[in-house]
């Protein structure tokens, strides 16, 4: 018995941080937080220094959380693709039961800190957004492509969730906030899933929309998405429930930048070649940053 306890101790002073943050995907949950807290700034012209810090804490835990459970589920997939074959569950410097005490631990941290230290709505939030994520997205990704869809739902959640956090309560404006993200989610994850698709057929990932693989059709399926971001994008210019979210400068600015970026998803239809797919990817991550720092610049 002491031998066992001794080697568990072990065991448990051999655990890198550097393979916990791996587990949690820091990097990627940090721009998930970006997209929260730019939410929040949205929903009060007072911001609270306590209220963003616990924006940031939650949303970190929370989303760390997610990722790790996720990893949990697609250990065997993940080591069977380049990405993502050095990740700490298929080398085995981590074990599935520390991954999963671990991250069942920040889960329920960064519920509660989104529950009890904003708001109950910021907590129900959070765990519907792990549930879909955990349970429902990363399950479907092995079954067919509307598994995009359904991980679309989560991963629209941030900066509504930020809103509620600043107003209390949700309203038409979280909403809109939500559709943007929602909608951004198709061109992004196509793109890379375009790129990555012969990684995820080796994973079993079923990605790219309606199972069609790399064809004309889904090319021109994904900036077809990239299309309807613009209008999904520039609603906050014409609604509110207290008039425009937005004003022109904000309006006009994102109108362009949509313009521009389904110009190079075009561009990408055409041509069907993982460079340009590449630029749909990349100006994704250019793309919402800047329109979602241009909403709150104007309320500023």
């Known amino acids: 018995m002491t031998a066992a306890i001794l080697n568990q101790i072990s065991y448990i002073k051999s655990i890198k941080i550097k393979d916990l943050a791996e587990l949690m995907k820091l990097k990627l949950s940090a721009l998930v937080v970006l997209s929260a807290v730019l939410g929040y700034f949205m929903g009060t012209s007072s911001p609270e220094i306590l209220q963003i810090v616990f924006v940031i804490l939650g949303g970190l835990l929370l989303t760390g959380g997610s990722n790790g459970f996720n990893q949990v589920w697609e250990r065997n997939q993940d080591a069977l693709m380049k990405r993502t074959m050095n990740r700490p569950l298929p080398t085995g410097s981590l ?105 995820y057929d080796n994973g079993g990932f079923k990605m790219l929309p309606f199972n069609k693989g790399k064809t004309t059709f889904t090319a021109c399926y994904i900036a077809l998405s990239a299309f309807v971001l613009i209008p999904v994008s520039i609603l906050p210019w014409f609604t509110g429930s207290e008039g425009p979210m937005i004003g022109n400068v904000a309006g006009v600015s994102t109108l362009i930048i949509g313009i521009l970026y389904f110009m190079v998803a075009l561009r990408f239809a055409l041509t069907k070649e993982d460079k340009y797919a590449k630029q749909v990817m990349f100006g994704s991550f250019i793309y919402l940053p800047v329109v979602q720092l241009l909403f709150v610049l104007d309320k500023i």
């Open 95 to 199: 074990s599935v039961e520390v991954a999963i005490v671990w991250s069942t631990v920040v889960s329920i941290a960064g519920i509660s800190i989104l529950w009890f230290l904003l708001n109950p709505f910021c907590g129900i939030l959070g765990v519907l957004a792990l549930y879909s994520y955990v349970f429902l997205y990363t399950p479907l990704k092995r079954v067919n492509s509307v598994g995009v869809t359904v991980g679309a739902f989560p991963g629209a959640i941030p900066p509504m969730l930020g809103y509620v956090a600043a107003s209390g309560s949700f309203g038409l404006e979280p909403g809109l906030l939500f559709a943007l993200q929602f909608m951004w989610q198709f061109p992004h994850f196509w793109a890379i899933a375009w790129v990555a698709k012969k990684d």
